[in-house]
């Protein structure tokens, strides 16, 4: 995004929040992550974008549908829906979902390049996501059964080769990968079962919805990052 700030849109807007009725013209803008609402003869309402279950959009009305329950119309002219196309770019860009991870960020103890292996599927999946704020297609990106199909090849590829002319260390050395990466398998279905959801949502939850998969998303990250570290030290050689 170049501006943080989105150009002024008037337009009229109608509704209810908090019981209180609204029919009245404004001046909105959006900053990095609100709707700012300039009123007339008011102090101006900020609007967090997680503030919003959803959004239904037309060529000159945009229906915003909050948490609370509440409903706003604004009607205007076409400049809204540029407005309404940065909103969403805004509002459904792929947070940062690594942050605090403490296995993923070091290799303190670690081995490199079993380490790398093990998280690259993961952020195989985050980078395919970068510079995309449309949910379905963020969804469509990140499949879940390629991104558990990746992870038993790479614990089946770590166990290879860290025993590769013992068949039998190699069998055990899979298996105690498989046990540390029980709860990412888990966190995957977990993460299909929140896009599932997504992908059937209507407009006035689809927010909502996504930032139950972004949160999904994450969930996988944190159970890598702890399975990494509940490997034990199994993969004891570098290779």
């Not at 959004?55 to 809204?80: C, F, N």
């Not at 959801?197 to 139950?212: E, F, H, M, N, P």
Request: proline share 3%; with cysteine; glycine share 8%.
């Amino acid at each position: 995004m170049s501006d943080v700030t989105a150009a002024r849109v008037n337009a009229r807007i109608i509704g209810i929040v908090r019981g209180r009725e609204i029919d009245a013209q404004a001046a909105l803008e959006l900053d990095e992550h609100t709707i700012v609402i300039h009123w007339a003869a008011a102090t101006p309402w900020r609007l967090a974008f997680d503030g919003l279950d959803g959004i239904a959009a037309g060529a000159t009305q945009l229906t915003l549908y909050l948490t609370t329950g509440d409903v706003l119309e604004l009607h205007g002219d076409e400049a809204l829906r540029g407005l309404t196309t940065q909103l969403l770019d805004r509002a459904c860009t792929m947070p940062e979902i690594t942050r605090g991870l403490r296995a993923l960020g070091s290799r303190r103890g670690a081995l490199g390049n079993a380490h790398d292996a093990w998280f690259a599927p993961f952020l195989a999946a985050r980078r395919s996501v970068v510079g995309i704020s449309d949910p379905l297609r963020q969804v469509a990106l990140v499949d879940s059964a390629h991104l558990a199909g990746a992870m038993r090849r790479t614990i089946a590829q770590l166990a290879a080769v860290h025993s590769p002319t013992e068949p039998a260390a190699q069998r055990a050395i899979e298996a105690v990968l498989e046990e540390a990466a029980e709860p990412v398998f888990v966190a995957i279905a977990r993460l299909e079962l929140a896009a599932d959801a997504l992908r059937g949502s209507a407009l006035d939850t689809r927010l909502a919805d996504w930032r139950r998969w972004v949160e999904a998303m994450r969930g996988v990250f944190v159970a890598a990052d702890r399975g990494w570290s509940g490997q034990s030290g199994v993969l004891s050689t570098e290779y």
